[in-house]
């Protein structure tokens, strides 16, 4: 199976099309104020999509959304994935699949083993679970997108009964050795791709995928 390739963050038609250009398989969109990749408006969401590729997948990124936000998103856009990245539980992630009936994408943030043992909770009620790095006690005010890793270590003895996403951290000079470890099924790429916090770099987009592809293949 090829390495699935998601790339998160987008808030530009540019940023879409060189998305495209590498041939990834998901684009992540954001709703969620606080972040820096905020999309601020189904209208930029859509000027976003003309960018890409039909054939990719489009994620809507949201953090303890309402069933009201949910709603607005679902019916303003056509997401293919559902990605929660905030607090939600297990009855949480199953009562959104059951009512808008869209694959879910549940966070699990990651600084230790006991995370990874509540990332099992998961695995009977999302469909892809996405391995992020828990937050230090100053960034509180997002779930993500710091551009730091956790101890991949804590993945490498580990099988799971649902396909997973590797983020966090991820660049052009680290992502090989990511891909080498912990063999993930998919990777999920944004602040390593930009030159500031937003602003993704068509050039570091193919120098990354091209990075994970060749670990891949080695």
Avoid at 20 to 35: L, N, P, R
Avoid at 131 to 154: I, M, V
Wanted: hydrophobic share 45%.
């Amino acid at each position: 199976m090829s390495l699935l390739i998601k790339i998160c963050g987008l808030t530009t038609r540019e940023a879409a099309q060189a998305v495209s250009d590498v041939g990834a398989d998901m684009a992540g969109f954001i709703f969620f104020e606080k972040s820096p990749r905020f999309i601020s408006s189904f209208g930029q969401a859509r000027d976003v999509e003309a960018g890409l590729d039909p054939a990719i997948a489009r994620v809507m990124v949201t953090v303890n959304a309402s069933d009201d936000e949910l709603t607005a998103i679902t019916t303003n856009l056509e997401p293919d994935y559902l990605q929660l990245h905030g607090d939600e539980n297990p009855p949480r992630v199953a009562e959104i699949k059951a009512k808008f009936g869209i694959p879910v994408i549940k966070c699990c943030l990651i600084s230790d083993m006991n995370d990874v043992d509540g990332a099992r909770e998961f695995e009977g009620v999302a469909d892809l679970l996405l391995f992020d790095a828990k937050p230090k006690a100053d960034q509180t005010s997002r779930p993500g997108g710091w551009g730091e890793s956790f101890n991949w270590q804590l993945l490498t003895a580990q099988k799971w009964n649902v396909p997973w996403l590797l983020a966090g951290g991820l660049t052009p000079d680290n992502v090989a050795e990511a891909i080498t470890l912990v063999k993930p099924v998919g990777i999920d790429f944004s602040s390593g791709v930009e030159t500031a916090p937003g602003v993704k770099s068509p050039e570091l987009i193919e120098k990354i995928v091209a990075a994970a592809r060749e670990a891949q293949d080695a």
